[in-house]
């Protein structure tokens, strides 16, 4: 089946200690979006690709990566994460962006210690 | 900016009996709205979507949510529920001023059906 998929499901790291993120696809949707979702809120909209185009939302720290480097995977680095990084980290995928259905991985939970 | 608004961050009902989602934005001006339903440990999916037409739309499993521009609701509804429809739901809105047609979502509301 086409999927989004998301490695790890689960990510424990330190504080400051950098981490990586991984989110593949099997759609061939050309649109990849990172959302943080904290506990009991939104998922928030951290960037997204269009194509190998980068639009980063305006809030999101700078503290917040990525790379994509081929149509099938999107990256989310975290330079130096803080505890206030724990979060739940949802990719979705879309084609061509717009009104089209996004698609969710079932996200990576980051615990920062 | 739009904003998005689920007052009801629980929603507790009995199996069988019917439930109304609360969803509100802050904008009339043209907007697509949704409605993703998540399901413990994993990510969202699409229930139903608005984007025109009839304001009335409905999804596969007996959900249905009504557009209305007025009010700027969004509101879902199921005139009877099961214990699997228990989930996290979150109501979200693309504002078509926004060439990027990304989603900004509500908080969510948890649906607890009990037997």
């Known amino acids: 089946d086409a999927m989004v998929i998301q490695n790890p499901r689960y990510q424990v790291t330190q504080f400051g200690k950098p981490v990586t993120l991984s989110c593949s696809q099997t759609?061939?949707?050309?649109?990849m979006y990172w959302y943080q979702q904290k506990s009991s809120q939104a998922p928030k909209l951290l960037f997204h690709?269009?194509?190998?185009?980068?639009?980063n939302e305006a809030d999101t720290p700078d503290n917040f990566q990525s790379r994509r480097p081929n149509t099938s995977f999107c990256f989310l680095d975290i330079r130096s994460p803080g505890l206030g990084d724990a979060a739940m980290y949802l990719c979705a995928t879309s084609r061509e962006g717009g009104v089209n259905e996004q698609f969710f991985g079932p996200g990576t939970r980051l615990t920062v210690l | 900016a739009q904003s998005v608004t689920q007052l009801d961050s629980q929603v507790p009902v009995f199996e069988e009996a019917p439930v109304e989602l609360r969803c509100n934005y802050s904008?009339?001006?043209?907007?697509?709205l949704f409605w993703y339903v998540q399901y413990p440990n994993q990510g969202l999916q699409l229930l139903l979507k608005y984007l025109s037409g009839s304001t009335l739309v409905e999804s596969i499993n007996g959900f249905e949510a009504e557009f209305n521009k007025s009010q700027t609701s969004f509101h879902l509804r199921k005139p009877s529920v099961h214990i699997s429809d228990t989930a996290e739901y979150f109501c979200a809105v693309s504002d078509l001023r926004d060439s990027s047609y990304k989603l900004i979502f509500g908080s969510g509301t948890r649906l607890l059906v009990r037997p």
């Open positions: 690709y269009y194509d190998k185009d980068f639009n």
């Open positions: 904008s009339s001006v043209s907007v697509y």
């Open positions: 759609l061939n949707h050309n649109v």
